[in-house]
């Protein structure tokens, strides 16, 4: 079983909608939490970092439910320009810093 | 400012040759991973330097690949006896400091013939 799992997609929607991406992790000693998006033939970049309580950045919001080990970004009102693969990431328990990422989910917006 | 740098940005070799990786990380981190990327698939970490030394290699696959970084700025990623499963994008990160927000640099496409 891989330690951070994702629906691979691709979710097909149309401009303004709203899409909502969920991830698992299997280590409860994980530390911390972020959503990476990465465009075709780029390197990945961070989207947000996702807390606890909740975050929210723009038209973009992020939780996490620790008893569940589950993470989940939602996007609303959804642009040309959101689409990208959404990687979701998890920071091990170990003090090196080193990312567990999830294969990916692909988001392609359609006019 | 600079972000991180890679070269070459693609690079194809045989079967059984020795390749070189080079990542410049931005100025001031501490911190250099690199990671690999299959196509399909998420990075997976190969290893984590803090300043000169390695201080995580857990993710490297086995012992013909190695990576230095001398003097705590510039990592140089080492493939010996390259093989077609070697084939990915080797992506290189750095940040200022091991928990900090990593940086990805463009990454180089190995491909192996």
């Known amino acids: 079983r891989k330690e951070v799992e994702q629906d691979p997609g691709p979710f097909n929607v149309p401009e303004g909608a709203t899409v909502a991406f969920n991830c698992t992790y299997s280590n409860s000693a994980s530390q911390s939490f972020f959503w990476y998006r990465q465009d075709c033939r780029k390197e990945p970049k961070l989207l947000m970092s996702v807390y606890s309580s909740g975050n929210e950045d723009g038209r973009f919001t992020a939780q996490l439910n620790r008893a569940s080990q589950y993470i989940s970004l939602l996007i609303r009102d959804s642009k040309l320009s959101d689409s990208a693969t959404y990687l979701c990431?998890?920071?091990?328990?170990?003090?090196?810093?080193?990312?567990?990422f999830g294969q990916g989910t692909t988001l392609q917006v359609k006019p | 400012g600079a972000g991180v740098s890679q070269t070459p940005s693609n690079k194809v070799t045989e079967k059984g040759k020795y390749v070189e990786l080079r990542c410049d990380p931005i100025?001031?981190?501490?911190?250099l991973y690199w990671y690999r990327q299959s196509l399909g698939q998420g990075p997976e970490f190969l290893i984590y330097?803090?300043?000169?030394?390695?201080?995580?290699d857990s993710g490297l696959p086995n012992d013909r690949f190695f990576a230095v970084r001398p003097e705590g700025s510039v990592s140089t990623l080492k493939i010996q006896r390259t093989e077609r499963g070697d084939s990915a994008v080797y992506l290189c990160a750095s940040s200022l400091g091991g928990m900090e927000t990593q940086y990805f640099g463009p990454g180089t496409r190995l491909l192996v013939l």
């Open positions: 100025s001031g981190h501490t911190a």
């Open positions: 990431v998890v920071r091990g328990s170990s003090n090196t810093g080193k990312l567990i």
């Open positions: 330097f803090q300043g000169t030394g390695a201080a995580d």
